[in-house]
């Protein structure tokens, strides 16, 4: 039998992304589908979703949804089951899913997202025809309140589940907004939406789910304690057993070396020598000088939670190691700054691309020796597996889901032939250096290089084992 879930979401790959939520949002519902679960897609019109799905069906209608008319519109876009909430007053403007073009936050957020997860509700409360889902799987604080919602409403609701992908992003709001979210005042209190005298969508939606899930087992366990919990380990710790953390998992088919359109040159485990053309082509397209070192990249945000700020103090010593550098990301402008800075001084040596570039990240993991992941926490983390995929060795630090997905090459893993990665604590510009120096070692010694390399491309990190744990909570929780 086929149970059906909606899962919310603020981004899906490959329609709008702006981080590894949008390809866990855009991956998982296929991986669920070998399972047994229909999953349909609730997510926001914007522009650019409007533009590449296309009209579809009229699935609902809203006369008014926190100030105007909005209309859900069915449609499949690839394997995905998709309802798009149009709502112009609310999605139709330039800019990217959450800020303007100037990069300041959407000041009326609190409704967009409002309006998103009250429409979340009220599918899952039978407004669309024909469909009663069975979960309701909200992800992150836009979709958050979407439980709240049914916990208020006196029909029959379907279990729930909250993913989330980062503590650090709660929606939080000022208490003015409270009238005009519709919620009873009875929601205003500790159990509801109030938190410290404000609006949290995230913790209204952490209090009101069924299961609440994070996205790798040591992220469940470092958002219990005051330095990772932001505020919320107290409630976190209030969930017991109802707190549980699944690792990602990554579309093997979207990111697989042997048939990626954007690579210079196909290869896979059985043919790793392959991947130095795709080095050439790297070093080709960022201009940097040929020669027998490796090459460590970037792609990422470039923020404090991603210790950019430490490999961009640490680019001289890194060069003056014979490590040439590529980056590829985009964040905050003191540290674009720095890289710019760095590829300045070393032009042919550190290579910068400022800006969003999907394809390029194809590349650049086909091309690199090895990924540079310093964050200072990280939830999950796909980059990584990214790197493992293509056999761009992870440099990471022992945090959330990168200690959960890759396997340090010391002594024990490197003569068990199971390493796949190099980790490192704490993050820090000296252990990163270290951690560098390590990777380059291993890198000149050839065979242990390339035994790791192999590994790391025959790790399994695709959501096969992971939607399995995603299956079984969803039917516990329709048993309970
Ligand atoms: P987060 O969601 O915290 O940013 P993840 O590692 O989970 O971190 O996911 C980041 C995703 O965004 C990955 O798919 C990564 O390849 C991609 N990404 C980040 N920055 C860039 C960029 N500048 N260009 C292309 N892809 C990027
Ligand atoms: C968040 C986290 C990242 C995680 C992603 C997908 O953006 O920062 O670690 O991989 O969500 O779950």
């Not at 027998?292 to 103090?313: E, H, Y």
């Not at 065979?447 to 695709?462: G, T």
Request: aromatic share 8%.
């Amino acid at each position: 039998m086929t149970t059906s879930v909606l899962s919310v979401a603020s981004e899906v790959f490959p329609l709008i992304k702006t981080g590894g939520l949008a390809d866990v949002a855009g991956a998982l519902p296929l991986a669920l589908a070998e399972h047994g679960f229909a999953v349909r897609t609730l997510m926001p019109g914007y522009p650019d979703v409007l533009k590449r799905v296309g009209r579809g069906k009229i699935a609902c209608r809203f006369a008014n949804l926190f100030g105007g008319k909005a209309e859900i519109l069915a449609v499949r876009y690839g394997e995905l089951d998709l309802l798009v909430l149009d709502a112009p007053h609310l999605f139709d403007r330039p800019g990217g899913p959450y800020v303007t073009p100037a990069g300041y936050d959407h000041p009326d957020n609190w409704a967009r997202f409002a309006a998103l997860s009250k429409a979340g509700a009220a599918v899952a409360q039978g407004a669309i025809a024909g469909f009663s889902p069975d979960i309701v799987h909200a992800h992150d604080w836009q979709a958050a309140l979407t439980p709240v919602y049914l916990a208020v409403s006196n029909k029959p609701r379907p279990r729930t589940v909250v993913t989330i992908h980062n503590l650090a992003f709660q929606g939080n709001y000022p208490s003015s907004i409270f009238a005009d979210l519709g919620l009873p005042a009875t929601t205003w209190s500790i159990e509801g939406v109030e938190y410290y005298g404000n609006v949290g969508y995230l913790k209204g939606g952490l209090h009101a789910a069924d299961v609440v899930t994070t996205v790798s087992p040591t992220y469940a366990e470092e958002i219990l304690t005051p330095e990772g919990g932001m505020g919320l380990d107290g409630l976190l710790r209030g969930l017991g057993d109802r707190l549980v953390g699944i690792v990602n998992g990554i579309d093997v088919e979207v990111w697989d070396p042997q048939s990626d359109p954007a690579i210079a040159k196909a290869y896979s485990a059985r043919s790793p020598k392959a991947r130095s053309h795709n080095k050439r082509a790297l070093e080709g397209e960022f201009g940097l000088r040929r020669d027998d070192g490796p090459i460590f990249a970037v792609v990422s945000r470039l923020t404090w939670q991603k210790g950019l700020d430490l490999v961009a103090n640490a680019c001289d010593d890194l060069v003056e190691r014979g490590i040439r550098l590529v980056v590829v990301g985009s964040g905050d402008q003191m540290i674009e700054g720095q890289f710019l800075a760095a590829h300045a001084r070393h032009p042919d040596r550190v290579g910068v691309r400022i800006g969003y570039d999907e394809t390029l990240s194809h590349r650049v993991q086909a091309g690199a020796d090895a990924i540079l992941i310093p964050s200072r926490f990280e939830p999950c983390g796909l980059t990584q597996l990214y790197g493992l995929r293509y056999g761009c060795i992870p440099i990471v630090t022992k945090v959330g889901g990168l200690a959960d997905t890759v396997i340090d090459a010391n002594y024990a893993a490197t003569s068990a032939g199971v390493a796949t990665g190099i980790i490192f604590s704490p993050p820090a510009a000296p252990a990163l250096v270290e951690a560098a120096e390590r990777a380059h070692r291993l890198y000149d010694d050839g065979k242990r290089w390339r035994d790791m390399q192999i590994c790391a491309m025959n790790a399994d990190v695709s959501w096969r084992a992971s939607a399995r744990l995603y299956a079984d909570l969803y039917r516990d929780l329709i048993k309970e």
